[in-house]
Protein backbone atom coordinates (compact mmCIF):
# COMPACT_ATOMS: atom_id res chain seq x y z
CA UNK A 1 0.00 0.00 0.00
CA UNK A 2 1.21 3.49 -1.04
CA UNK A 3 0.98 6.61 0.61
CA UNK A 4 1.68 9.99 -0.84
CA UNK A 5 2.32 13.07 1.03
CA UNK A 6 0.92 15.86 -0.52
CA UNK A 7 2.10 19.33 0.24
CA UNK A 8 0.54 22.20 -1.51
CA UNK A 9 0.30 24.93 0.37
CA UNK A 10 -2.21 27.61 0.86
CA UNK A 11 -1.29 31.08 1.36
CA UNK A 12 -3.49 34.04 2.07
CA UNK A 13 -4.07 36.67 -0.55
CA UNK A 14 -2.66 39.09 1.54
CA UNK A 15 0.60 36.88 2.77
CA UNK A 16 2.32 39.88 3.09
CA UNK A 17 3.45 40.91 -0.32
CA UNK A 18 5.90 43.16 1.54
CA UNK A 19 7.41 40.61 3.58
CA UNK A 20 7.61 38.36 0.39
CA UNK A 21 9.47 41.37 -1.48
CA UNK A 22 11.97 42.06 2.01
CA UNK A 23 12.92 38.38 1.75
CA UNK A 24 13.35 38.16 -1.82
CA UNK A 25 16.04 40.72 -1.70
CA UNK A 26 17.47 38.84 2.25
CA UNK A 27 16.35 42.28 4.12
CA UNK A 28 13.39 40.91 5.76
CA UNK A 29 13.45 41.69 9.57
CA UNK A 30 13.04 39.18 12.46
CA UNK A 31 9.93 39.53 15.35
CA UNK A 32 10.98 42.14 17.57
CA UNK A 33 12.81 39.98 20.80
CA UNK A 34 13.62 36.81 17.99
CA UNK A 35 17.03 36.06 16.54
CA UNK A 36 18.16 37.15 12.54
CA UNK A 37 17.15 34.50 10.55
CA UNK A 38 20.73 34.08 8.94
CA UNK A 39 21.66 33.63 12.66
CA UNK A 40 19.40 30.67 13.39
CA UNK A 41 20.20 29.38 9.74
CA UNK A 42 24.22 29.38 10.64
CA UNK A 43 23.35 27.85 13.98
CA UNK A 44 21.19 24.97 12.16
CA UNK A 45 23.61 24.88 10.34
CA UNK A 46 26.15 23.56 12.68
CA UNK A 47 23.79 21.56 14.35
CA UNK A 48 23.09 19.43 11.14
CA UNK A 49 27.03 19.29 10.21
CA UNK A 50 27.67 18.14 13.51
CA UNK A 51 25.32 15.18 13.28
CA UNK A 52 26.36 14.43 9.66
CA UNK A 53 30.11 14.41 10.98
CA UNK A 54 29.79 12.97 13.96
CA UNK A 55 31.36 15.36 15.79
CA UNK A 56 29.80 15.07 19.10
CA UNK A 57 31.44 18.57 20.99
CA UNK A 58 30.68 20.62 18.27
CA UNK A 59 27.13 18.84 18.21
CA UNK A 60 26.73 19.59 22.11
CA UNK A 61 27.99 22.92 21.25
CA UNK A 62 25.32 23.83 19.33
CA UNK A 63 22.70 22.26 22.43
CA UNK A 64 20.99 24.25 25.47
CA UNK A 65 22.25 22.29 28.47
CA UNK A 66 18.57 22.58 30.10
CA UNK A 67 17.39 21.70 26.99
CA UNK A 68 15.23 18.40 25.32
CA UNK A 69 17.05 15.05 26.63
CA UNK A 70 15.27 13.81 23.40
CA UNK A 71 17.05 16.65 21.17
CA UNK A 72 20.71 15.45 22.99
CA UNK A 73 19.86 12.17 22.83
CA UNK A 74 19.97 12.25 18.61
CA UNK A 75 23.22 12.00 18.32
CA UNK A 76 23.98 8.67 19.61
CA UNK A 77 20.61 7.55 18.53
CA UNK A 78 21.66 8.74 14.87
CA UNK A 79 25.31 6.40 15.45
CA UNK A 80 24.21 3.31 12.96
CA UNK A 81 22.13 5.57 10.26
CA UNK A 82 24.40 6.29 7.37
CA UNK A 83 23.48 9.60 6.70
CA UNK A 84 24.89 11.22 3.08
CA UNK A 85 22.95 14.76 3.62
CA UNK A 86 21.14 16.48 6.74
CA UNK A 87 20.04 20.06 6.61
CA UNK A 88 17.78 22.63 7.98
CA UNK A 89 16.23 25.06 5.93
CA UNK A 90 14.61 28.00 8.15
CA UNK A 91 10.97 28.80 7.31
CA UNK A 92 10.13 31.10 9.86
CA UNK A 93 11.64 32.51 13.22
CA UNK A 94 8.95 33.74 15.80
CA UNK A 95 9.69 35.06 19.55
CA UNK A 96 8.45 32.99 22.01
CA UNK A 97 9.72 35.55 25.52
CA UNK A 98 13.00 36.67 27.07
CA UNK A 99 15.57 34.49 25.42
CA UNK A 100 13.45 32.20 23.68
CA UNK A 101 12.63 31.88 20.09
CA UNK A 102 10.73 29.00 18.16
CA UNK A 103 11.70 28.63 14.40
CA UNK A 104 9.95 26.60 11.90
CA UNK A 105 12.31 24.52 9.79
CA UNK A 106 12.04 21.76 7.09
CA UNK A 107 14.64 18.92 7.63
CA UNK A 108 16.25 17.35 4.73
CA UNK A 109 18.10 13.76 4.93
CA UNK A 110 19.46 11.08 2.84
CA UNK A 111 20.80 7.56 3.20
CA UNK A 112 24.09 7.61 1.80
CA UNK A 113 23.93 4.44 -0.92
CA UNK A 114 19.70 4.80 -1.08
CA UNK A 115 18.42 7.77 -1.81
CA UNK A 116 18.90 10.06 -4.58
CA UNK A 117 16.55 12.49 -3.36
CA UNK A 118 15.81 13.44 0.10
CA UNK A 119 13.64 12.47 2.76
CA UNK A 120 12.19 15.37 3.80
CA UNK A 121 9.90 16.92 6.59
CA UNK A 122 8.14 20.04 8.53
CA UNK A 123 9.58 20.85 11.66
CA UNK A 124 9.75 23.30 14.79
CA UNK A 125 12.63 24.13 16.76
CA UNK A 126 13.26 26.35 20.45
CA UNK A 127 15.61 28.11 20.92
CA UNK A 128 17.15 29.75 23.63
CA UNK A 129 19.63 32.37 24.39
CA UNK A 130 22.52 32.39 27.02
CA UNK A 131 25.44 35.19 27.48
CA UNK A 132 24.10 36.79 23.78
CA UNK A 133 24.38 33.36 22.12
CA UNK A 134 21.58 31.32 20.55
CA UNK A 135 21.04 27.05 21.19
CA UNK A 136 18.67 24.64 19.83
CA UNK A 137 16.84 23.04 23.17
CA UNK A 138 14.14 21.44 21.64
CA UNK A 139 13.87 19.70 18.05
CA UNK A 140 10.36 18.38 17.39
CA UNK A 141 7.97 17.29 14.20
CA UNK A 142 5.91 20.13 13.36
CA UNK A 143 1.46 19.59 14.53
CA UNK A 144 0.85 16.88 11.64
CA UNK A 145 4.43 16.12 10.26
CA UNK A 146 6.12 12.79 10.70
CA UNK A 147 8.41 11.87 13.74
CA UNK A 148 11.69 10.85 12.39
CA UNK A 149 12.93 7.19 13.29
CA UNK A 150 15.65 8.46 15.57
CA UNK A 151 13.08 10.27 17.59
CA UNK A 152 11.78 7.02 18.67
CA UNK A 153 15.20 5.46 20.12
CA UNK A 154 18.35 4.05 19.22
CA UNK A 155 18.36 3.19 15.57
CA UNK A 156 19.86 -0.27 14.69
CA UNK A 157 21.13 -1.11 10.90
CA UNK A 158 21.02 -4.02 9.46
CA UNK A 159 22.42 -3.69 5.70
CA UNK A 160 21.72 -6.33 2.90
CA UNK A 161 22.35 -6.88 -0.70
CA UNK A 162 20.01 -4.53 -1.94
CA UNK A 163 17.92 -3.05 1.14
CA UNK A 164 18.87 -0.96 4.40
CA UNK A 165 16.67 -2.60 7.19
CA UNK A 166 16.82 0.62 10.45
CA UNK A 167 14.80 -0.86 13.19
CA UNK A 168 14.30 0.96 16.92
CA UNK A 169 13.23 -1.34 19.99
CA UNK A 170 13.50 -4.59 17.33
CA UNK A 171 15.14 -7.73 17.91
CA UNK A 172 18.72 -8.22 15.85
CA UNK A 173 17.45 -11.11 14.45
CA UNK A 174 14.31 -9.99 12.86
CA UNK A 175 15.98 -6.77 11.48
CA UNK A 176 18.05 -9.79 9.26
CA UNK A 177 15.20 -11.27 8.82
CA UNK A 178 13.70 -8.08 7.08
CA UNK A 179 17.26 -7.20 5.30
CA UNK A 180 17.01 -10.95 3.83
CA UNK A 181 12.95 -10.49 2.63
CA UNK A 182 13.95 -7.29 1.18
CA UNK A 183 17.00 -9.02 -0.30
CA UNK A 184 14.48 -11.11 -2.45
CA UNK A 185 11.86 -8.53 -3.04
CA UNK A 186 14.39 -6.20 -4.75
CA UNK A 187 15.52 -9.02 -7.58
CA UNK A 188 11.43 -10.04 -8.27
CA UNK A 189 10.92 -6.33 -8.74
CA UNK A 190 13.99 -6.03 -10.99
CA UNK A 191 12.71 -8.87 -13.51
CA UNK A 192 9.37 -7.07 -13.58
CA UNK A 193 9.81 -3.54 -13.70
CA UNK A 194 13.20 -2.68 -15.58
CA UNK A 195 15.12 0.71 -15.91
CA UNK A 196 14.58 4.15 -13.64
CA UNK A 197 15.03 3.34 -10.11
CA UNK A 198 17.81 2.62 -7.55
CA UNK A 199 16.93 -0.99 -7.06
CA UNK A 200 17.35 -0.12 -3.66
CA UNK A 201 14.95 -0.13 -0.44
CA UNK A 202 15.21 1.32 2.83
CA UNK A 203 12.99 -0.13 5.04
CA UNK A 204 12.16 0.96 8.65
CA UNK A 205 10.83 -1.30 11.51
CA UNK A 206 9.27 0.78 14.37
CA UNK A 207 9.30 -0.73 17.84
CA UNK A 208 5.29 -0.52 18.34
CA UNK A 209 1.93 0.39 15.30
CA UNK A 210 1.35 3.82 18.00
CA UNK A 211 5.33 4.42 16.76
CA UNK A 212 4.61 3.17 13.10
CA UNK A 213 1.61 6.18 13.32
CA UNK A 214 3.97 8.54 14.24
CA UNK A 215 6.40 7.92 11.44
CA UNK A 216 3.33 8.16 9.12
CA UNK A 217 2.21 11.73 10.62
CA UNK A 218 -1.03 9.84 11.18
CA UNK A 219 -3.21 7.66 14.24
CA UNK A 220 -2.45 4.47 14.55
CA UNK A 221 -5.55 2.98 14.09
CA UNK A 222 -5.16 3.83 10.48
CA UNK A 223 -2.57 1.44 10.13
CA UNK A 224 -3.13 -1.26 12.61
CA UNK A 225 -4.48 -4.13 10.07
CA UNK A 226 -1.83 -3.03 7.59
CA UNK A 227 1.63 -4.76 7.09
CA UNK A 228 3.42 -2.30 6.12
CA UNK A 229 2.95 1.02 4.01
CA UNK A 230 5.11 2.94 1.11
CA UNK A 231 6.05 6.58 1.73
CA UNK A 232 6.19 8.67 -0.78
CA UNK A 233 5.60 11.58 -3.41
CA UNK A 234 4.23 10.14 -6.57
CA UNK A 235 5.86 11.42 -10.31
CA UNK A 236 8.28 13.73 -8.67
CA UNK A 237 11.35 12.19 -10.69
CA UNK A 238 14.33 11.01 -9.57
CA UNK A 239 14.84 14.56 -7.24
CA UNK A 240 11.33 13.19 -5.32
CA UNK A 241 11.74 12.85 -1.84
CA UNK A 242 12.91 9.61 -1.03
CA UNK A 243 11.08 6.41 -0.33
CA UNK A 244 10.38 4.96 2.93
CA UNK A 245 8.86 1.32 3.45
CA UNK A 246 7.41 1.32 7.06
CA UNK A 247 6.38 -1.55 8.59
CA UNK A 248 3.68 -2.93 11.22
CA UNK A 249 5.81 -4.49 13.63
CA UNK A 250 2.57 -6.14 15.10
CA UNK A 251 0.92 -6.76 11.45
CA UNK A 252 3.89 -8.32 10.14
CA UNK A 253 4.99 -10.04 12.60
CA UNK A 254 1.98 -12.54 12.66
CA UNK A 255 1.86 -13.27 8.75
CA UNK A 256 3.36 -16.72 7.65
CA UNK A 257 6.84 -16.27 5.53
CA UNK A 258 5.30 -16.35 2.40
CA UNK A 259 3.32 -13.52 3.12
CA UNK A 260 5.85 -11.44 4.85
CA UNK A 261 7.80 -12.15 1.39
CA UNK A 262 4.93 -10.99 -0.54
CA UNK A 263 4.17 -7.87 1.44
CA UNK A 264 7.38 -6.80 1.29
CA UNK A 265 7.76 -7.55 -2.27
CA UNK A 266 4.28 -5.92 -3.09
CA UNK A 267 5.95 -2.54 -1.18
CA UNK A 268 9.25 -2.50 -2.81
CA UNK A 269 7.24 -2.15 -6.39
CA UNK A 270 5.74 1.22 -4.90
CA UNK A 271 9.48 2.31 -4.29
CA UNK A 272 10.37 1.29 -7.98
CA UNK A 273 7.41 2.59 -9.83
CA UNK A 274 7.13 5.71 -7.71
CA UNK A 275 8.48 7.62 -10.80
CA UNK A 276 5.97 6.87 -13.11
CA UNK A 277 3.11 7.24 -10.61
CA UNK A 278 0.98 9.86 -11.25
CA UNK A 279 -2.57 11.74 -9.95
CA UNK A 280 -3.31 10.00 -13.00
CA UNK A 281 -3.08 6.79 -11.94
CA UNK A 282 -5.68 5.01 -11.07
CA UNK A 283 -5.40 2.89 -7.04
CA UNK A 284 -6.36 -0.26 -8.93
CA UNK A 285 -3.50 0.30 -11.17
CA UNK A 286 -1.46 0.72 -8.95
CA UNK A 287 -2.57 -1.85 -6.40
CA UNK A 288 -2.91 -4.14 -8.84
CA UNK A 289 0.54 -4.14 -10.13
CA UNK A 290 2.45 -4.46 -7.07
CA UNK A 291 0.22 -7.74 -6.16
CA UNK A 292 0.38 -8.68 -10.03
CA UNK A 293 4.54 -8.74 -9.75
CA UNK A 294 4.60 -9.91 -5.67
CA UNK A 295 2.24 -12.66 -6.72
CA UNK A 296 4.15 -13.54 -10.36
CA UNK A 297 5.71 -16.76 -10.58
CA UNK A 298 4.47 -18.34 -6.87
CA UNK A 299 2.28 -20.86 -8.45
CA UNK A 300 -0.98 -19.94 -6.72
CA UNK A 301 -4.57 -20.00 -8.58
CA UNK A 302 -6.42 -16.94 -8.71
CA UNK A 303 -8.61 -18.43 -5.63
CA UNK A 304 -6.06 -18.58 -3.91
CA UNK A 305 -4.74 -15.16 -4.58
CA UNK A 306 -8.33 -13.40 -4.04
CA UNK A 307 -10.07 -15.81 -1.63
CA UNK A 308 -12.65 -12.71 -1.19
CA UNK A 309 -13.37 -12.36 -4.34
CA UNK A 310 -13.84 -15.47 -5.24
CA UNK A 311 -16.04 -16.20 -2.75
CA UNK A 312 -18.09 -13.22 -3.87
CA UNK A 313 -18.19 -14.34 -7.67
CA UNK A 314 -18.70 -17.85 -6.93
CA UNK A 315 -22.38 -16.61 -4.61
CA UNK A 316 -23.30 -14.58 -8.25
CA UNK A 317 -21.85 -11.07 -7.15
CA UNK A 318 -19.50 -10.60 -10.22
CA UNK A 319 -17.89 -6.52 -10.01
CA UNK A 320 -19.60 -4.59 -12.45
CA UNK A 321 -16.80 -2.28 -12.67
CA UNK A 322 -13.33 -2.31 -12.40
CA UNK A 323 -12.35 -0.58 -8.43
CA UNK A 324 -12.19 2.84 -7.85
CA UNK A 325 -9.88 4.60 -5.29
CA UNK A 326 -12.45 4.92 -2.46
CA UNK A 327 -12.78 1.34 -2.51
CA UNK A 328 -9.43 1.11 -1.51
CA UNK A 329 -9.90 2.79 2.18
CA UNK A 330 -8.80 1.15 5.33
CA UNK A 331 -11.72 2.37 7.32
CA UNK A 332 -14.52 0.48 5.51
CA UNK A 333 -15.06 -3.45 5.27
CA UNK A 334 -12.47 -5.32 5.18
CA UNK A 335 -13.75 -7.96 2.65
CA UNK A 336 -14.44 -5.27 0.36
CA UNK A 337 -11.18 -3.72 0.52
CA UNK A 338 -9.79 -7.47 -0.14
CA UNK A 339 -12.30 -7.37 -3.00
CA UNK A 340 -10.61 -4.40 -4.59
CA UNK A 341 -6.99 -5.74 -4.21
CA UNK A 342 -8.06 -8.90 -6.03
CA UNK A 343 -10.04 -6.91 -9.11
CA UNK A 344 -6.69 -4.78 -9.47
CA UNK A 345 -4.49 -7.81 -9.58
CA UNK A 346 -7.06 -9.57 -11.91
CA UNK A 347 -7.19 -6.45 -14.16
CA UNK A 348 -3.41 -6.45 -14.60
CA UNK A 349 -3.19 -10.35 -14.46
CA UNK A 350 -5.12 -9.80 -17.77
CA UNK A 351 -2.99 -8.04 -19.50
CA UNK A 352 -0.07 -9.58 -18.94
CA UNK A 353 -1.94 -12.40 -19.58
CA UNK A 354 -3.84 -11.63 -23.06
CA UNK A 355 -1.23 -8.95 -24.39
CA UNK A 356 1.71 -9.49 -22.11
CA UNK A 357 4.16 -8.40 -19.97
CA UNK A 358 6.13 -5.69 -21.91
CA UNK A 359 2.38 -4.45 -22.33
CA UNK A 360 1.95 -3.98 -18.59
CA UNK A 361 4.64 -2.07 -18.07
CA UNK A 362 3.77 -0.04 -20.50
CA UNK A 363 0.23 0.23 -19.78
CA UNK A 364 1.54 1.31 -15.86
CA UNK A 365 3.84 4.07 -17.74
CA UNK A 366 1.32 5.49 -20.10
CA UNK A 367 -1.42 5.94 -17.54
CA UNK A 368 1.12 7.49 -15.15
CA UNK A 369 2.27 10.33 -18.15
CA UNK A 370 -1.11 11.67 -18.81
CA UNK A 371 -1.49 15.01 -17.29
CA UNK A 372 -4.72 14.06 -15.45
CA UNK A 373 -6.74 11.81 -14.05
CA UNK A 374 -10.02 12.16 -16.45
CA UNK A 375 -9.61 10.17 -19.64
CA UNK A 376 -5.96 9.07 -18.66
CA UNK A 377 -6.92 5.12 -18.57
CA UNK A 378 -8.71 5.30 -21.70
CA UNK A 379 -5.93 6.43 -23.44
CA UNK A 380 -3.81 4.30 -22.65
CA UNK A 381 -5.60 1.58 -22.96
CA UNK A 382 -6.14 2.69 -26.45
CA UNK A 383 -2.25 3.57 -27.34
CA UNK A 384 -1.14 0.32 -25.82
CA UNK A 385 -3.36 -2.26 -25.98
CA UNK A 386 -5.58 -1.02 -29.05
CA UNK A 387 -9.20 -1.40 -26.98
CA UNK A 388 -11.56 1.39 -25.31
CA UNK A 389 -12.07 1.41 -21.97
CA UNK A 390 -15.76 -0.18 -21.92
CA UNK A 391 -14.49 -2.91 -23.97
CA UNK A 392 -11.45 -3.60 -21.88
CA UNK A 393 -14.30 -4.01 -18.67
CA UNK A 394 -16.00 -6.37 -21.15
CA UNK A 395 -13.01 -8.64 -21.17
CA UNK A 396 -11.81 -7.81 -17.01
CA UNK A 397 -15.30 -9.09 -16.09
CA UNK A 398 -15.12 -12.11 -18.20
CA UNK A 399 -11.50 -12.66 -17.18
CA UNK A 400 -13.03 -12.97 -13.49
CA UNK A 401 -15.95 -14.85 -14.20
CA UNK A 402 -13.36 -17.37 -15.91
CA UNK A 403 -10.94 -17.83 -13.22
CA UNK A 404 -13.10 -17.40 -10.19
CA UNK A 405 -16.12 -18.92 -11.51
Given at each position: ?9 RRTAAACLAALLLALTGCAEPAPGAPARAEVQGLLDRYARALLDRDEPAYRGTLDPAGSPDTRAAFRRLAEVP ?323
Amino acid sequence: MAVQDGGAVRRTAAACLAALLLALTGCAEPAPGAPARAEVQGLLDRYARALLDRDEPAYRGTLDPAGSPDTRAAFRRLAEVPLGTLRYRVTGVDPAGTGRATVRAELAHRIEGYDSGAATGDRVLDLTERDGRWYVSGDRPAPGAPQQLWQQGEVRAVTGRHGLVLGVGQDPERLRRIAAEADRAVPAVQAAWDGDWAGRVVVLVPATVDAMGGLLGAPADTYRGIAAVTTGRVGGGPAAPADRVVVNPEAYGSLSAFGRQFVLTHETVHVATRTRTSPATPVWLSEGFADWVADRGTGRTAAEAAPELHRAVRAGRLPARLPEDGDFAFDGDPEALARAYGSGWLACELIADRWGEEELTAFYRAVGAQRRREGAVGRALGEVLGVTEAEFTRRWRAFVAERLG
